[in-house]
C-alpha cells in the first residue's frame, strides 16, 4: 500500500473529520507567512474547513509589510546620482506614496536591475566600480541570514562600492503587537514553516505562555495545514498552550544556530516601521557598528522619507486581519494585480493577490 501524500484528499478528509471532532468552539487562526497564505487558497482549505474555523491572513508577505515611507526610500535612492538598485523582482511594481514604482523609475532612465540572489549583488558591484550598488533588503529572518552573508563576502573582497538598505522585519515582535490589540480576534497562530527554521520554536514561546494561545510550526502541504489546525482544537479542547513544532522534516526545535550567529554578527536588533502596524520596538534590523559603513542611506546622506498613506488602500487592515481583501472598496474594480494598487496585489504572496487569483 502506497504512502499517502500530504495533499491525499482521503488523508485531508480525515484530517478533516477529526478537526470537526476536537473543536468545541469556535476557532479564528492567522498565518503569518505568504506561502501559507497561498497554500490555503490554492488547496482550497477555506472551501472545506468547519463553520467554526476562520482563517485570517496576517503579516507574512514580506513585500506587503515594507511601509510606504521605504518604498519612497527605495525611489529616492535610485534617483541619486551613480546609484545602481539591485532588487528581487517583486520590489519592482510596488507602487509607493505617489503611484509610482521602481520600474516607472528604470523607465525615465534610473539604474535597477533585478537580481535573483543578494551575491550578484555583488557582481554587479565589481564591474561597476564606479556606481554604488545599494542592495534593497527586504524579507524576514529567513532571507536576512544570505543578506548578511553578503555583507561579509564584501568586507572580504574589499566591494567598498556595495551597500544595503535594510528594511528586515523580524516575525516574533510583530505577533507579540497583534496580541496586543485588544481587538486583535486571533485565537491561535499558525506559525510560519520558513522563519522557523532559522529561530526554533523558543521565539515563538511567549504566545502560549504568556497570552495563552496556541502556536503550531506548520509545513506548506494541505495536510500539513490541517493537521497543525487539530492541534490547536486540541489544546483549547485540554486547556494547554504550547508551541508545536509539527514540521519536523524541516524545522528543528533548535533553528539554525549557524544562521542566527551570522544575523548577530551584522546586524543587531533595531525598530522598524510595518505597513499597517507602525512602529514595533525591536522588530528590525540595521547594521551592527562594525559594518555601519555598508549602510545605504546614512551613506548617501538620505532618511526615510515621509509620506502619506496610499489614498484608498486598506492593506494595513488586511495585514492585521481585520478586513478581508474583498472587503477593500478598490478589490477587483480599480486595484487588479494587472493594475494593483497597494503592495498586497502586488506580491504573489499578498492576500489580496491571492483572493483576487483564487477567489473567495
Ligand atoms: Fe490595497 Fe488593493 Fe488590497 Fe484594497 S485590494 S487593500 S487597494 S492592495
Same mark, same amino acid.
Given at each position: !500500500?502506497?504512502?499517502?501524500?500530504?495533499?491525499? $484528499?482521503?488523508?485531508?478528509? #480525515?484530517?478533516?473529520?477529526?478537526?470537526?471532532?476536537?473543536?468545541?468552539?469556535? !476557532? *479564528?487562526? !492567522?498565518?503569518?507567512?505568504?506561502?501559507?497564505?497561498?497554500?490555503?487558497?490554492?488547496?482550497?482549505?477555506?472551501?472545506?474547513?468547519?463553520?467554526?474555523? =476562520?482563517?485570517?491572513? /496576517?503579516?507574512?508577505?514580506p513585500v506587503c509589510v515594507?511601509?510606504?515611507?521605504?518604498?519612497?526610500?527605495?525611489?529616492?535612492?535610485?534617483?541619486?546620482?551613480?546609484?545602481?538598485?539591485?532588487?528581487?523582482?517583486?520590489?519592482?511594481?510596488? +507602487?509607493?506614496?505617489?503611484? *509610482?514604482?521602481?520600474?516607472?523609475?528604470?523607465?525615465?532612465?534610473? *539604474?535597477? &536591475?533585478?537580481?535573483?540572489?543578494?551575491?550578484?549583488?555583488?557582481?554587479?558591484?565589481?564591474?561597476?566600480?564606479?556606481? @554604488?550598488?545599494?542592495?534593497? /533588503?527586504?524579507?524576514?529572518?529567513? @532571507?536576512?541570514?544570505?543578506?548578511?552573508? =553578503?555583507?561579509?563576502?564584501?568586507?572580504?573582497?574589499?566591494?567598498?562600492?556595495?551597500?544595503?538598505? &535594510?528594511?528586515?522585519?523580524?516575525?516574533?515582535?510583530?505577533?507579540?503587537?497583534?496580541?496586543?490589540?485588544?481587538?486583535?480576534?486571533?485565537?491561535?497562530?499558525?506559525?510560519? /514553516?520558513?522563519?522557523? @527554521?532559522?529561530?526554533?520554536?523558543?521565539?515563538?514561546?511567549?504566545?502560549?505562555?504568556?497570552?495563552?494561545?496556541?502556536?503550531?510550526?506548520?509545513?506548506?502541504?494541505?495536510?500539513?495545514?490541517?493537521? #497543525?489546525?487539530?492541534? !490547536?482544537?486540541?489544546?483549547?479542547?485540554?486547556?494547554?498552550?504550547?508551541?508545536?513544532?509539527?514540521? +519536523?522534516?524541516?524545522?528543528?526545535?533548535?533553528?539554525?544556530?549557524?544562521? *542566527? #550567529?551570522? %544575523?548577530?554578527?551584522?546586524?543587531r536588533t533595531a525598530d522598524?516601521?510595518?505597513?499597517?502596524?507602525?512602529?514595533?520596538?525591536?522588530?528590525? %534590523?540595521?547594521?551592527?557598528?562594525?559594518?555601519?559603513?555598508?549602510?545605504?542611506?546614512?551613506? %548617501?546622506? %538620505?532618511?526615510?522619507?515621509? @509620506?502619506?498613506?496610499?489614498? /484608498?488602500?486598506?492593506?494595513?487592515?488586511?495585514?492585521?486581519?481585520?478586513?478581508?481583501?474583498?472587503?477593500?472598496?478598490?478589490?477587483?474594480?480599480?486595484? =487588479?494585480?494587472?493594475?494593483?494598487?497597494? $503592495?498586497?496585489?502586488?506580491? =504573489?504572496?499578498?492576500?489580496?493577490?491571492?483572493?483576487?487569483?483564487?477567489?473567495?
Amino acid at each position: !500500500m502506497p504512502t499517502p501524500t500530504l495533499h491525499d $484528499p482521503e488523508l485531508c478528509q #480525515a484530517l478533516l473529520r477529526r478537526l470537526e471532532d476536537l473543536l468545541d468552539r469556535p !476557532m *479564528r487562526f !492567522m498565518e503569518v507567512c505568504g506561502t501559507h497564505t497561498v497554500s490555503i487558497f490554492r488547496g482550497g482549505l477555506r472551501t472545506l474547513l468547519p463553520e467554526q474555523v =476562520t482563517h485570517l491572513t /496576517g503579516p507574512g508577505c514580506p513585500v506587503c509589510v515594507t511601509h510606504d515611507r521605504e518604498v519612497a526610500a527605495f525611489l529616492k535612492l535610485a534617483e541619486q546620482p551613480n546609484v545602481i538598485i539591485a532588487t528581487f523582482g517583486d520590489l519592482m511594481r510596488v +507602487p509607493g506614496p505617489d503611484g *509610482r514604482s521602481l520600474k516607472h523609475a528604470q523607465a525615465d532612465g534610473a *539604474r535597477v &536591475s533585478v537580481i535573483y540572489s543578494p551575491l550578484d549583488a555583488l557582481t554587479l558591484a565589481a564591474d561597476n566600480p564606479d556606481a @554604488t550598488v545599494v542592495f534593497l /533588503g527586504v524579507g524576514f529572518e529567513t @532571507t536576512a541570514p544570505a543578506v548578511a552573508a =553578503t555583507v561579509l563576502a564584501a568586507e572580504q573582497r574589499k566591494l567598498d562600492n556595495f551597500a544595503v538598505f &535594510s528594511c528586515h522585519k523580524l516575525v516574533p515582535p510583530a505577533l507579540a503587537a497583534l496580541l496586543g490589540d485588544p481587538d486583535n480576534g486571533i485565537d491561535a497562530f499558525l506559525l510560519p /514553516g520558513h522563519v522557523s @527554521t532559522v529561530l526554533g520554536l523558543s521565539p515563538f514561546r511567549f504566545v502560549a505562555e504568556d497570552w495563552k494561545r496556541p502556536a503550531i510550526v506548520a509545513g506548506f502541504e494541505p495536510a500539513d495545514i490541517l493537521d #497543525a489546525l487539530c492541534r !490547536m482544537a486540541r489544546q483549547y479542547r485540554e486547556g494547554e498552550f504550547k508551541v508545536e513544532n509539527a514540521y +519536523p522534516r524541516a524545522v528543528n526545535d533548535d533553528g539554525n544556530p549557524k544562521a *542566527r #550567529a551570522i %544575523l548577530s554578527q551584522v546586524f543587531r536588533t533595531a525598530d522598524a516601521l510595518w505597513r499597517g502596524l507602525g512602529v514595533i520596538p525591536g522588530s528590525g %534590523l540595521a547594521l551592527a557598528p562594525a559594518y555601519q559603513r555598508f549602510d545605504a542611506l546614512a551613506r %548617501l546622506g %538620505l532618511s526615510l522619507p515621509e @509620506t502619506k498613506p496610499l489614498p /484608498g488602500c486598506r492593506c494595513g487592515e488586511v495585514l492585521k486581519g481585520k478586513m478581508p481583501p474583498n472587503e477593500c472598496p478598490l478589490f477587483g474594480k480599480v486595484c =487588479t494585480p494587472a493594475n494593483p494598487v497597494g $503592495p498586497c496585489m502586488v506580491s =504573489t504572496e499578498g492576500s489580496c493577490s491571492a483572493y483576487f487569483k483564487y477567489g473567495l
